[in-house]
């Protein structure tokens, strides 16, 4: 990315090049060929999304017939804002929590201090989302859950958490900032390290206090962590699915049918693949124009684009 | 930072703070705590409804009974699905990553560029489904092995660190006669110790914790993988959905400590190997 003039190199014909590099192409080869194999051949796979690929042992073409289901569907719709409502609540309730998370671990002078809670908050992002969800369904247990024990003993009447559909959105956001939140906030205290102590002196000198400092120092320092970190929960918040599919039930399935889960029904279990492909190319799409548009105008604030 | 003198605002701000942070480790430590007591927990100790967090009784019994019941076919699949995949992503990714980070690579732009493409497009579930099912994948291991074998995530992380180890003792190297392949197995890996310990560990963990490619792959309920019984066990019977035979807590949270073992196990080691190597690469791709 560095823009220094490159000293004119005569380079030598192609095939040296090669000869010269062969060690380097038989490394690259498995991988080149995972590549192909699974991510860009199922690319290709989209144009199944034209026709009526599932059903019939005869696979014909049916134009724009799967996408116009699609719009008609009131599960894809239903679907969709499911997607929609729970994606805003991640980007609203999680993204910030991890930075707001690092800038307090930042203030603690105490260096062991600091190591425990990263350690010790980074952990639950090892574990599975079975195994997140089960803690959950531990935690939220009507019977013996913490939180119903709590609740119970305040007068309050047991709530079922994970079958209620009013309780298991916020219950979706809360188990992914639980498992999500250390892996975000040690990237971010490791970027605050980054910045520049003189940056601070000379606020100091300055005369900027405490939030002085933080708004025109520490944040703006770590932007570009702050904006690849957006992107890549941009990347992944509409495809949001394993989560779901671990801990919805069919108690909650109005309020928790994500598209992904949508598709996996559709095309998995009932075999309508040509429908599905559509529905997943639609959700992919959204997903890319989303990205990009927000590496557009991000990359407004920034020395260097992030993409 | 530190001011000469701190100020009553200051001050106070300082003990909101610890405790703010105490709160959040209390959130963090009481829910896997509250598994392992329970793990080790007598029968009596779960008939009532508490939620355990100081230990009444300890007993291994929960463990001997889940070791000798059919779990341990499963953990059996799980260990050997994350074994045979992390050796075979790393001897993927790790050369790769070494070739891209060389700059004189034919064609790096366009590959970086490609792959990258991955990371913001994704086909999507069917057409994966599709490509696995047509390679004759379906209910063998390699279902849940190859088409997760790479990630990009770890292979921009060990090719952005190797682009950082200085070129020229690299070619020096290669002034000594050796090729690539020396090169990275005499000078460039012995480097990178902390990024393939760190990269392991993702590797290992993610194969470890799968749990839709299983159920996307595999009928066959002898090749199911730990996360699939759990899964069952935790979310099948829960009392809230009514239906299920029921199973004493402290028996289910001695299966999700079998669950959760290799990262405990793991990660205390690796967890030091994170930050430096993690920062180099893992952000900026």
């Known amino acids: 990315m560095t823009k220094k003039p490159k000293a004119i190199r005569i380079k030598p014909p192609l095939t040296t090049r090669i000869s010269k590099q062969r060690y380097l192409l038989i490394m690259l080869a498995p991988g080149i060929i995972w590549y192909v194999l699974f991510k860009y051949v199922p690319l290709m796979g989209l144009s199944l999304s034209f026709t009526d690929y599932g059903f019939r042992s005869k696979v014909s073409f049916v134009g724009l017939e799967n996408f116009q289901r699609l719009l008609t569907s009131t599960i894809f719709w239903n679907a969709f804002r499911n997607t929609l409502i729970i994606s805003l609540a991640n980007i609203v309730f999680y993204f910030p929590a991890p930075l707001i998370v690092a800038l307090l671990i930042n203030e603690l002078r105490s260096t062991k201090a600091k190591r425990f809670i990263q350690f010790l908050i980074y952990i639950p992002y090892f574990f599975s989302w079975v195994v997140v969800g089960s803690i959950f369904v531990n935690l939220l247990s009507p019977s013996s859950g913490l939180v119903n024990n709590i609740i119970t003993k305040f007068g309050g009447d047991p709530i079922y958490f994970m079958a209620s559909a009013n309780h298991f959105r916020p219950v979706l956001i809360s188990s992914y900032i639980w498992r999500q939140m250390g892996y975000g906030a040690v990237i971010y205290v490791a970027s605050l390290t980054t910045v520049q102590p003189e940056l601070y002196e000379a606020a100091t000198i300055d005369g900027a206090g405490h939030w002085g400092k933080l708004f025109y120092v520490t944040l703006p320092g770590i932007r570009s962590t702050i904006v690849t970190m957006l992107l890549l929960n941009l990347s992944h918040v509409l495809l949001i699915f394993e989560q779901v599919l671990v801990m919805y039930n069919a108690a909650v399935y109005d309020v928790a049918d994500v598209l992904q889960t949508y598709v996996f029904r559709e095309g998995v279990l009932s075999g309508d693949i040509g429908y599905s492909i559509a529905v997943g190319m639609f959700t992919s799409i959204i997903s890319l124009i989303l990205v990009l548009s927000t590496n557009k105008i991000s990359s407004r604030f920034l020395d260097e684009p992030i993409l | ?285």
Request: positive net charge; contains cysteine.
């Open chain 2, 1 to 285: 930072m530190n001011a000469i003198k701190d100020s009553k605002g200051r001050k106070a701000f300082r003990v909101i703070n610890v405790l703010t942070l105490s709160f959040i480790c209390l959130i963090f430590i009481i829910p896997i705590w509250n598994v392992l007591v329970t793990s080790f927990a007598q029968d009596i100790d779960v008939m009532g409804n508490d939620y355990l967090l100081i230990p009444h009784s300890f007993t291994l019994t929960n463990y001997t009974r889940v070791l000798s019941s059919g779990y341990m076919g499963a953990f059996k699949n799980s260990l050997l699905v994350a074994i045979a995949g992390t050796i075979l992503s790393m001897c993927i990714t790790v050369p790769m990553g070494f070739a891209l980070a060389q700059k004189e690579l034919i064609g790096r732009n366009i590959l970086m560029k490609a792959i990258v493409f991955t990371m913001v497009f994704d086909a999507g579930i069917m057409p994966f489904y599709i490509v696995v099912r047509e390679l004759g994948l379906i209910n063998s291991m390699g279902a849940i092995i190859f088409p997760v074998a790479l990630s990009t995530f770890n292979l921009i992380i060990i090719k952005n660190f190797m682009t950082s180890i200085p070129t020229s003792l690299i070619e020096s190297a290669t002034l000594d006669g050796c090729n690539d392949l020396m090169i990275l197995v005499r000078i460039v890996l012995p480097l990178s110790v902390s990024i393939i310990a760190a990269v392991t560990l993702f590797y290992f963990v993610s194969y470890w914790n799968r749990y839709f490619e299983v159920i996307m792959f595999i009928n066959d309920s002898r090749k199911y993988t730990l996360q699939v019984v759990l899964r069952g066990l935790m979310f099948e019977s829960d009392e809230s959905l009514g239906g299920g035979t029921y199973v004493y807590n402290n028996l289910k949270m001695a299966v999700m400590v079998l669950g959760m073992l290799p990262v405990l196990i793991i990660y205390p080691f690796v967890q030091k190997h994170f930050v430096s190597g993690l920062m180099l690469g893992g952000v900026k791709g």
